[in-house]
């Protein structure tokens, strides 16, 4: 299995960037999907999730009305729209695939490489 995420890069607050996540090696539309971030010296943490069926979403309080989480299961994508962009957003971004009885107990087995964000004040 692999999860190939992209799209990150330095941009001035106020920007816009879109993350993408290709996924291989699995069945895709079977997994619940999350983008997460880890800053320096800050716990991981989980931003936005969807599921792999029927679109529910969740969104990290800090990130309401700035991201968007999608997902293309025909191309076994998943992709993070991030808007208004503050400094604070600065982290490693993951993609990570995952199975659960809900999006708030979903165990992500298969974690992408990370890319970096970093947002300039």
């Known amino acids: 299995v692999q999860l190939q995420a992209s799209g990150g890069g330095l941009v001035q607050a106020g920007g816009s960037l879109r993350l993408s996540c290709a996924a291989s090696?699995?069945?895709?539309?079977?997994?619940?999907m999350g983008w997460f971030r880890q800053a320096p010296r800050k716990e991981r943490e989980l931003v936005a999730a969807?599921?792999?069926?029927?679109?529910?979403?969740y969104y990290l309080d800090s990130v309401k009305g700035r991201f968007t989480i999608s997902r293309d299961n025909a191309k076994n994508t998943a992709n993070l729209q991030m808007n208004s962009l503050k400094p604070e957003d600065t982290a490693v971004y993951y993609c990570a695939a995952g199975r659960g009885v809900s999006l708030s107990r979903v165990e992500y087995d298969y974690w992408g490489q990370g890319t970096q964000v970093t947002v300039s004040s």
């Open positions: 969807i599921r792999w069926i029927g679109g529910r979403t």
């Open positions: 090696g699995l069945t895709f539309s079977n997994y619940d």
